[in-house]
């Protein structure tokens, strides 16, 4: 009996599932989001994020999950005017970094609802919407106010302020 045919064949085979296996455990992060790699990673860190590159994730060393950075629109009244701001997942790594644990364990709709918590509050600590008055001359004005206000406290959770736009409210208009 000839064993050489089947010596090649297996062979084949566990080059193939060794190859595959290996290709399987290399990943690219695309642009809108971002990816976290858990375990023993370079400098002796327990977590590594990656941002429009890719890495080999070692088997049952390491482990990975990807966080969604695409914006979302939160529409939010303030006095007789909507304000719709546009925010984001950060991009800057080292923040990441801090906010990891925090940000993986929600979700895209839990994202959005501390978001809009955040610009809330902080729009009733800061008393905005009692000390402006929102009109076509001092729109820039209050736009620069809210910005200020609100995008360091979205920075502190790992968000991105990223544009505001006052939009009147069709109660306002006539």
């Known amino acids: 009996m000839n064993l050489f045919p089947i010596v090649i064949v297996f062979l084949f085979i566990v080059i193939l599932g060794n190859f595959v296996f290996w290709a ?14 858990f375990g023993k990673t ?3 860190r327990f977590l590594r994020c990656i941002h429009n590159d890719s890495i080999f994730v070692w088997p049952l060393i390491q482990d990975f999950k990807y966080l969604d950075i695409t914006p979302f629109t ?32 929600l979700d895209r709709k839990e994202i959005m609802q501390m978001a809009k918590r955040i610009i809330r509050t902080e ?37 991105l302020l990223k544009n505001i736009n006052l939009k009147q409210s069709p109660l306002a208009i006539g």
């Open 24 to 37: 399987s455990r290399y990943k690219r992060c695309p642009s809108d989001k971002v990816l976290f790699v």
């Open 42 to 44: 370079d400098s002796n």
């Open 74 to 105: 939160l529409n939010i009244d303030v006095r007789d005017d909507q304000i719709a701001f546009t925010v984001g997942v950060s991009t800057n790594l080292e923040m990441l970094q801090v906010r990891a644990e925090e940000l993986l364990e």
């Open 123 to 159: 729009i009733q600590m800061r008393n905005i919407s009692k000390k402006e008055n929102i009109d076509s001359t001092k729109s820039d004005s209050f736009i620069d106010t809210i910005n200020s206000s609100i995008s360091a406290k979205l920075e502190e959770a790992g968000l």
